[in-house]
């Protein structure tokens, strides 16, 4: 029975142009292993800013929540930061309070808050989450007679 297989120790050796192209599909195999690389950092980092602002409007609203209503009455458009949103770079935070109209015939006691953050991503891509909240002068579950 004869060898059909090619002796790995034979003189026969590869060219030049063969070591070229295998070093050509070597080299794209590593520059796509890098470019995923570097998409999935920008991806996490990304989300992590996002997780990050969503915390820092949650507590803000926590906050809004526990004021007096003659701090929200005065409150116009402010900015916030909290030890939260000061892990994102670039980020800016909003209060904005505006009456929340029930009906035309009852007293303007509801405000609606929202809290506003906007920032830019390793992408340099604007983003931007919101949050709203009503808050009332008396409470909102406070029962009328």
Known sequence: MKKRWRNVWSNQSVTLVECMVALVVLT??????YL?????????????N?????SAIRQQVELVRTWD?????DLDSTNFSNDVLADV?????????????????????IKKVTIRVEWTDLNKVSREDTATTLVSMDGL???TE
């Open 141 to 143: 579950n406070t029962a």
């Open 28 to 33: 794209m195999g590593m520059l796509a292993a």
């Open 69 to 73: 209503w003659a701090t929200i009455d």
């Open 50 to 54: 996002t997780s990050r602002v969503n």
């Open 89 to 109: 770079p670039s980020a800016v935070g909003t209060v904005d309070a505006e009456y929340y109209p029930v009906a035309t015939n009852t007293a303007l006691t």
């Open 36 to 48: 995923a690389y570097a998409q999935s950092v920008r991806m996490i980092n990304s989300m992590w």
